[in-house]
């Protein structure tokens, strides 16, 4: 079975782009036209959302070397160990909502510093697959189609976000402890 999903993992993307350019040509679609219009039209969005991007990477630098995190994990010890929450996956829970990057890199020092079988990296890892860049996405796609208001998408994003993580907490416990 496993030999199979990796045939098809291998196979899917070429046979895709394949079938795409076999339906242009019968079509009488001029593809590279197409493709070229629309790269151009990437080049235009990537270029309005870079103010986005740059404020969410000032955040997170602002709060990794201030050291904010570092204080909220010790303002917050004893509920976290109430729960069962290492003190190691609190600065992934601030930055997940605003960075994908930034929770990589955190996820990485987690699983490093403890182990890849350890409680902090499993739940780190349940963690970033339950939860969303809310801050990211609003900016990039609400940025590239002009969104200005969009408070409640940031509150329906950011309680997503909430759950995801409370859910991967209550799961990890029942699983690894």
Known sequence: MIKILNFISICILPLLISTILIWAIVKKIPSYEIFTEGAKEGFTTAIKI???IVAIM???GMLRASGAIDILGELLKVPLNYFK???DVLPLMVT???SGGATLGIFSDIVNANGADS???KLSAVIVGSSETTFYVLAVYFG???VKR???AILTGLLADLLG???AVIICRFMFL
Do not use: M, Q
Request: hydrophobic share 55%; net charge positive; no cysteine.
């Open 50 to 52: 870079i103010p986005y």
């Open 144 to 146: 590239a189609i002009g």
């Open 85 to 87: 929450i290492p003190t």
């Open 96 to 98: 997940r909502s605003l």
């Open 150 to 152: 969009f408070r409640h």
């Open 58 to 60: 000032v955040a997170i």
């Open 119 to 121: 409680y902090a990296s």
């Open 165 to 167: 993580i409370i859910l």
